[in-house]
């Protein structure tokens, strides 16, 4: 599975941007896709998944803020992100995990991915 994620750039506090991931390759293994992001100095941190049941996850911190959906036809995940304050800054990471008992229990967690794509960058300014 490989995931091309896009759609990072430059915005002003308290606006909005959305971010793709696209998932090709051998996607009939997939369950749930997620974001992650990581700020400078910080570990990666879960942000928000779905799976193809339609449940939603989220941080506490963007509940209300963003939004993720999912296109089954296109194979991709999009993430609607609003209201984006400083600290949304990071280098955000699509992820996609494989339909197993374990990696719905750790869909919140790192672990709960197979398959990592490659990071955009999302810059909150002031």
């Known amino acids: 599975v490989q995931l091309q994620a896009s759609g990072g750039g430059l915005v002003q506090a308290g606006g909005s941007l959305r971010l793709s991931c696209a998932a090709s390759g051998r996607t009939v293994s997939i369950y749930h896709m997620g974001w992650f992001r990581q700020a400078p100095g910080k570990e990666r941190e879960f942000v928000a998944a779905?799976?193809?049941?339609?449940?939603?996850y989220y941080r506490g911190s963007v509940e209300g803020r963003f939004t993720i959906s999912r296109d089954g036809t296109k194979n991709t995940v999009y993430l609607q992100m609003s209201s984006l304050k400083l600290e949304d800054t990071a280098v955000y990471h699509c992820a996609a995990g494989d339909d197993t008992e374990d990696n719905a229990r750790w869909v919140r967690y790192r672990r709960g991915y197979n398959h990592w794509g490659q990071g955009t960058l999302v810059t909150v300014s002031s």
């Open positions: 779905i799976n193809w049941s339609g449940s939603t």
